[in-house]
């Protein structure tokens, strides 16, 4: 039972480039995150999926773009990335619906050059 | 205003000391609070969830809700160096939202 698993860990990107973090969960669980952290701001919420089939803005969905591909992943693309997007990310999961504690996986940390 | 709000820190404590946790929130309607440890280069982790009013407990660790005065805290009794991390209140309210952090030292 891995939890939430997120791929990769690290990874460096020039101006303009286009990448896909994905996320994966194995608890069986309805909704998924996506949130960055930066030094000072604590986590922000990116986009987010209450259950498979739908997705929703957060706090700072610019630049960013989400597919959630079944119940088990949640996927965050960067069209066009910027060096004010080098962050940490976090995927979490949770089983929603009157239980609202969020599982995080390990991250990925992304600089853009 | 921010919307959940957290001493930065850091908070020092010795060893075997209760080290408190404050954080405050400013949206009324919440109905869930969690505190969640974040050590150095790691994901945070769920530690507690609190839904009313009064003490939860659970180990060592005491989670105090006040809605009220709008406040939520986390007690650490006996407090050992594995707990130097950062403390991160979350409130849940349209969506979850977090505190910036408060960086724990424990010290041996």
């Known amino acids: 039972n891995a939890g939430v698993t997120q791929t990769p860990k690290f990874q460096v990107l020039k101006t303009g480039q286009s990448m896909t973090l994905q996320c994966a969960q194995d608890?069986?669980?309805?909704?998924m995150y996506w949130y960055r952290q930066d030094p000072g701001m604590g986590l922000r919420l990116i986009y987010y999926?209450?259950?498979?089939?739908?997705?929703d803005k957060g706090e700072v969905p610019n630049g960013y773009n989400v597919s959630r591909l079944n119940k088990r992943e949640f996927s965050l693309r960067l069209e066009s990335a910027a060096p004010s997007q080098t962050s940490v990310y976090f995927c979490?999961?949770?089983?929603?619906?009157?239980?609202?504690?969020?599982?995080f996986g390990p991250g990925t940390r992304l600089t853009v050059t | 205003q921010k919307e959940v709000e957290q001493n930065s820190g850091p908070l020092s404590v010795p060893e075997g000391a209760i080290a408190s946790l404050n954080c405050t929130y400013s949206d009324r309607g919440s109905q869930s609070f969690f505190w969640y440890r974040q050590y150095s280069g790691k994901s945070p982790e769920l530690i507690m969830s609190i839904y009313s009013n009064g003490d939860k407990e659970d180990g060592r660790f005491t989670a105090q809700l006040n809605k009220a005065s709008q406040y939520v805290s986390l007690l650490i009794r006996d407090s050992q160096p594995s707990d130097s991390a950062t403390y991160l209140c979350a409130v849940l309210g349209r969506a979850l939202t977090f505190g910036s952090g408060t960086r724990l030292q424990v010290q041996p």
């Open positions: 608890m069986n669980h309805n909704s």
């Open positions: 999926s209450a259950s498979e089939g739908t997705t």
């Open positions: 979490a999961s949770s089983e929603g619906t009157g239980n609202y504690e969020q599982y």
